[in-house]
């Protein structure tokens, strides 16, 4: 089966990209998986090209993950946003709170998280 959900995950971490990456295609043979190291690198990514959904870190240098969300919003194309952030306080949640993101989901020890948000996407696109 060829790849049909373009998936863009965005972290400053080449780790956690790589990781995320990873896990997503083992979890769904359907995702597509494209990286970005930063918000501006994510735009001109989605400039380029259409995804289907974004997988993006919260606190990130320069653009963080509700500024990245913001300006997708502001596009013709508007992907699923899934954040996926390890920033778990209520000035997260209070700030996530009315921002265009369709999913938060936290980042954790295991590999549990992955599949929520293989599944989060799935279920955004349906």
């Given at each position: 089966?060829?790849?049909?959900?373009?998936?863009?995950?965005?972290?400053?971490?080449?780790?956690?990209?790589?990781?995320?990456?990873?896990?997503?295609?083992?979890?769904?043979?359907?995702?597509?998986?494209?990286?970005?190291?930063?918000?501006?690198?994510?735009?001109?990514?989605?400039?380029?090209?259409?995804?289907?959904?974004?997988v993006?870190?919260?606190?990130?240098?320069?653009?963080?993950?509700?500024?990245?969300?913001?300006?997708?919003?502001?596009?013709?194309?508007?992907?699923?946003?899934?954040?996926?952030?390890?920033?778990?306080?209520?000035?997260?949640?209070?700030a996530?709170?009315?921002?265009?993101?369709?999913?938060?989901?936290?980042?954790?020890?295991?590999?549990?998280?992955y599949?929520?948000?293989?599944?989060?996407?799935?279920?955004?696109?349906?």
């Amino acid at each position: 089966m060829s790849p049909s959900i373009r998936v863009l995950v965005v972290d400053e971490d080449r780790d956690v990209r790589d990781l995320t990456s990873t896990f997503l295609q083992r979890a769904d043979e359907a995702f597509a998986i494209d990286t970005a190291e930063s918000g501006a690198e994510a735009l001109d990514r989605l400039s380029d090209e259409a995804y289907d959904a974004v997988v993006s870190d919260y606190r990130m240098p320069g653009m963080d993950g509700l500024e990245l969300a913001a300006a997708i919003e502001e596009r013709d194309h508007d992907p699923a946003f899934v954040l996926f952030s390890a920033a778990d306080d209520p000035e997260t949640a209070a700030a996530v709170d009315g921002a265009p993101v369709d999913e938060f989901v936290l980042k954790g020890s295991g590999t549990d998280h992955y599949e929520d948000i293989a599944a989060t996407i799935r279920e955004l696109l349906e």
